[in-house]
């Protein structure tokens, strides 16, 4: 099987070598996405708008790959403060209907000025 690479049209960019979805056969996996907005390259303020942002982000890089939030089988959600975890699961519900992929939630550091990072894994028809 040979490996894709996908790039969203408004995507922020990489901060190093790596992209932000890969497909192999049904496979998508995206890479981390942060709460910066491609637009104005600025992280959004607060962890909600850093959710919803980093999800929107999720959302573009599996489009551009040819998949969906609902195609969605496991997420990974990366905190910076346990305090934030339920703002961040009020947004992140916004994104997914059930059933729910699975999901793995950690408290980790990232750089200063973002409070969350999100990867997904994705399956769609070969």
Known sequence: MSRQSFTPER???AAGPYSHAVRIGPFIHT???VGVDPETRQAREGVEAQTRQALENVRAALVAAGASMGDVLRVGVYLTRAEDFAAMNAVYREFFD???PARSTVYVGLNPG???EIDALAVVEA
Do not use: E, S
Request: hydrophobic residues 60%; proline residues 17%.
């Open 98 to 100: 059930a059933p729910y």
């Open 11 to 13: 995507a922020p960019a």
């Open 114 to 116: 973002l409070l969350v």
């Open 31 to 33: 890479a981390g996405q």
